[in-house]
């Protein structure tokens, strides 16, 4: 929690001067941010300026679909029997479930049908809408 700030208070700002983020006291504020401060190591007084926001970080919280298409994909691959696998064909009709195999994605799993001839197919690269019949 931060707590306010008055006049008097230690607080780290942007100090032109300094070139850099530096211990600053507040000498007048303006509500709840400090209007003026005096840097500790120039001691130039100068208007607040707020150190640069914290760098968000890059790893993203989501969880990408390929990502999560991937691990589904690796779940279901001790169950799938490759014996079964019908080569893919456009000309194709597949029930759900039942295992394609692609020249280029390899084993994949019917997930459902999606409009007309259509249908989604769980890849190791990840989820594919493939024609059919
Ligand atoms: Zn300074």
Redesign the pocket.
Known sequence: MQKTLSAGDPVEAR????R?I?N?IVIAMAETVPAKVE??????Q?KYRPPAAAKKPAVRRTVSQKTSAKQEWEALRPKMDSDKAKDYSMEGSYKVNSLVNHPLFGLGVVQRNVGSQKMEVLFEIGLKTMRCK
């Open positions: 100090c032109t001067k300094c850099k530096t600053h840097c500790n190591v120039c001691s130039g100068h």
